[in-house]
């Protein structure tokens, strides 16, 4: 039987990030919030894109992750959308993300941000950046399968 914690809600997915990356491999991290910030995260008001992680002085740092402020609290007790929150990983798997951004053209992405039980998770991509001539490639690719799955449709109909 499923227990509360295993329960996942995917808040927010950042498509983009899939298209401008190649994603090498990904993590899973949580992310300290205050009250207000995980509120509003639960309420679905969360944008990844344009976000990325840092390591800075052995921590990750979530930076550019805009969370809407929390609309039934107050301006005083409210967050700043923006805020560079910290990632909560073990210090192995810091060091080792560390190692592998050193490398020439990688970047860590947030690719989605989902709730697991209680807690707010982000999933981090390691990185490396598509050239336009991929990303033409991608969409092909696509399309083509697209329209192959569309012509064995009508095959099948008849």
């Given at each position: 039987?499923?227990?509360?914690?295993?329960?996942?809600?995917?808040?927010?997915d950042?498509?983009?990030?899939?298209?401008?990356?190649?994603?090498?491999?990904?993590?899973?991290?949580?992310?300290?919030?205050?009250?207000?910030?995980?509120?509003?995260?639960?309420?679905?008001?969360?944008?990844?894109?344009g976000?990325?992680?840092?390591?800075?002085?052995?921590?990750?740092?979530?930076?550019?992750?805009?969370?809407?402020?929390?609309?039934?609290?107050?301006?005083y007790?409210?967050?700043?959308?923006?805020r560079?929150?910290?990632?909560l990983?073990?210090?192995?798997?810091?060091?080792?993300?560390?190692?592998?951004?050193?490398?020439?053209?990688?970047?860590?992405?947030?690719?989605?941000?989902?709730?697991?039980?209680?807690?707010?998770?982000?999933?981090i991509?390691?990185?490396?950046?598509?050239?336009?001539?991929?990303?033409?490639?991608?969409?092909?690719?696509?399309?083509?399968?697209?329209?192959?799955?569309?012509?064995?449709?009508?095959?099948?109909?008849?």
């Amino acid at each position: 039987m499923a227990r509360g914690n295993d329960i996942e809600r995917v808040v927010a997915d950042n498509r983009k990030a899939r298209h401008d990356y190649f994603i090498e491999e990904t993590y899973e991290a949580g992310i300290a919030l205050t009250g207000s910030e995980i509120k509003s995260i639960r309420a679905g008001q969360v944008n990844l894109r344009g976000g990325y992680v840092r390591i800075v002085d052995g921590e990750a740092w979530l930076y550019d992750v805009h969370i809407a402020p929390y609309e039934q609290s107050g301006a005083y007790f409210n967050h700043e959308p923006t805020r560079p929150r910290k990632l909560l990983l073990h210090r192995r798997e810091i060091s080792r993300i560390a190692g592998q951004v050193e490398r020439q053209g990688y970047t860590l992405v947030p690719l989605r941000l989902y709730l697991r039980g209680r807690r707010a998770k982000v999933e981090i991509g390691l990185a490396r950046g598509k050239k336009l001539y991929d990303k033409r490639d991608d969409i092909a690719r696509r399309e083509a399968r697209r329209d192959i799955e569309r012509a064995l449709k009508e095959r099948t109909r008849r």
